[in-house]
C-alpha cells in the first residue's frame, strides 16, 4: 500500500468499496477447493487519483445476469448480491471506474477513484 494518513474521499464510500470488495474475495476463498487460496490487496494514491486492485482465487463459477451483469451465487438472491451494485455507486460518485475480470481460478477487480 502506497496511501498517505488522509485521503480525499469520503470514508463512509472507501469503506463500503473494500468491505464489499474484500468481503466478496474472502466468500470466493471460502468456497475454492485450493490448496494456496489468496487474496492480494494494492492500494496506491497517484496525485489525486486511488488505485485500489484485490485479486483473489476463486472456483472458477460465475454466475451472469441476462443484461451481463455478475450475480450472486447464494440461493437467496433477493436478500444478496447488492454489494457490488453499491460499490459502484460509491465509485461513480467520484467519477471513477470500476473493472472486474477473472480467467481461471483467478478473480480481479479493479478500482480508479479521482478526487475532485
Not at 480525499?8 to 474475495?25: E, M, R, W, Y
Not at 466468500?27 to 483473489?56: C, G, P, S, T, W
Amino acid at each position: 500500500m502506497e496511501i498517505p494518513t488522509h485521503l480525499p474521499f469520503d470514508s463512509a464510500d472507501l469503506c463500503i468499496i473494500l468491505g464489499n470488495v474484500l468481503d466478496n474475495a474472502l466468500e470466493a476463498n471460502i468456497r475454492v477447493k485450493i490448496q494456496n487460496a489468496f487474496i492480494k490487496l494494492y492500494m496506491r494514491m497517484d496525485i489525486n487519483n486511488l488505485l485500489i486492485i484485490v485479486e483473489n482465487s476463486f472456483d472458477g463459477h460465475i454466475s451472469k445476469s441476462k443484461e451481463g451483469r455478475l450475480q450472486t451465487l447464494k440461493a437467496d438472491r433477493l436478500n444478496h448480491g447488492l454489494g457490488l451494485e453499491s460499490v459502484k455507486k460509491s465509485v461513480n460518485k467520484y467519477h471513477g471506474y470500476i473493472n472486474t475480470s477473472y480467467r481461471e481460478y483467478l478473480f480481479i477487480t479493479e478500482i480508479l477513484l479521482y478526487a475532485e
